[in-house]
Nanobody, 129 residues
């Protein structure tokens, strides 16, 4: 079983910054290889949207990808089973519950995470003046 814990959500004004963190832990006897991890967000009544994903091995980013709506503003980083999401130039439309996701093995894509990932409980980000 894998557990994910997010932190860092808060209320900020438009143009502000926030940094979200997520840590994945497992009780498995054999520690899995670095997982593909990512951030999704969801507004009530809407589909959960992929924000950013990453796969790093030995501190080297092998792959990352971002939603068009956050490119140039958000940066995802990973150290083994821990990821962060640095969010700059926040907009009101970034307001959502942000969820951390992790999947071990297989493709590292938004679709793969959405279908097979372990999920955290979410952390709320509110951007409002």
């Amino acid at each position: 079983q894998v557990q994910l814990v997010e932190s860092g959500g808060d209320s900020v004004q438009p143009g502000g910054s926030l940094k979200l963190s997520c840590s994945a832990s497992t009780s498995a006897y054999k520690i899995p290889n670095s997982p593909c991890m990512g951030w999704f967000r969801q507004v009530p009544g809407q589909v959960r949207e992929g924000v950013a994903i990453i796969l790093s091995v030995g501190g080297r980013t092998m792959y990352d990808n971002y939603a068009d709506s956050v490119k140039g503003r958000f940066t995802i980083s990973q150290k083994h089973s821990n990821i962060t999401l640095q969010m700059n130039s926040l907009k009101s439309e970034d307001t959502a519950m942000y969820y951390c996701a992790a999947v071990y093995g297989g493709d590292c894509t938004f679709s793969s995470l959405r279908a097979r990932a372990y999920w955290g409980q979410g952390t709320q980000v509110t951007v409002s003046s």
